[in-house]
């Protein structure tokens, strides 16, 4: 007897969308990672590389500031243009995976619950591209800028206790709009709303269910942190250390690139995590306030009787 492929139109709590995302881990994972390092890869390894040039040249600079101390804020200039460019490979290459992976789950629900092959998923992704890069970069614009807003006209009241309890506040407020935003891009690849309506959808989507989203995330990112912490802290330890410890005070490219190479893999392994908890979160929501899967139910009996 064949074994039933994992629902996704599905009213689950808190433990079942944890067993939902993993069932479905273990169901498609040749075909899901193999999509993610075929279509994934490259900006995957394009990032590794500027991380890794990145990171030789800090630490080789940092070296340097160590044993003479004026050299501190030519490091400092140097790392600030590093960083907005590492910034920007960042958010493409986590776009790649997080509309790759909704769009992956799209394409399998769309799909009576199968994902017969990559291309489609390919397609719906790079149809969509433009409008998951603008959606993205206008969420991080419209939260950065409202935090910053508060936090000048707070800063300017001139009482530092009220300025700090204001900006707390704000920060607090940021967390759950942030939330919210988090279903932004699958309702986009799911639902094709333009960008104020998927904004509305994601606030009337999470209303009543704030809390056990903030859950799924944070075991998420739990996970995420305990698979980097387990390939990737050993290795650049041991070579921090070694630099420290050497007369050359210098990062050899050999452990660059190996840092490089396991810091791709738990990036490969652990970020599509996220986006799939998520996933199952949204049409788990769905279900709780629109019953979608009744409602296509009952469609197909009409037509069936028609």
Known sequence: MMEQNIE???????????NATFAFIKQEYKLFWRMIILYAGLPVL???????????????????????????QEFSQNVSNEVFLIYIL??????????????YVVHYSKNNNRAENTHSVWSMFTGKFMALLGYSLLTLLL?????????????????????????????ILVIYISLAFSFILII????????????RRCFYLIKGHWWQTFGLVIIAIIIGFALNMALTVPVTSYF????????????????????SVSSTLTTVISTPILPLILSFQYFSLCEHKDNTSLLERIKNINSTND
Do not use: C, H
Not at 8 to 18: E, I, M, Q, W
Not at 188 to 199: F, G, I, Q, R
């Open 188 to 199: 986009k690849l799911n639902e094709d709303e333009p960008y104020l309506e998927s904004a």
């Open 46 to 72: 394009v990032y590794s590389i500027f991380s890794t040039i990145y990171f030789r040249n800090t630490f080789n600079t940092l070296f340097k500031v160590l044993s003479n101390p004026s050299q501190a």
């Open 143 to 171: 939260i950065g800028t409202a935090y910053g807003i508060v936090a000048l006209f707070l800063g300017a009241l001139g009482n530092p206790i009220v300025a700090a309890i204001g900006v707390f506040a704000t920060l």
């Open 90 to 103: 960042s958010i493409i290459m986590y776009l790649f995976f997080y509309g790759l992976t909704y769009s």
């Open 8 to 18: 996704l139109k599905k009213k689950r709590g808190f433990s079942d969308v944890l």
């Open 240 to 259: 921090t250390a070694k630099g420290l410890l050497s007369n050359s005070k210098t990062v050899d490219i050999i452990p660059a690139i190996i840092i």
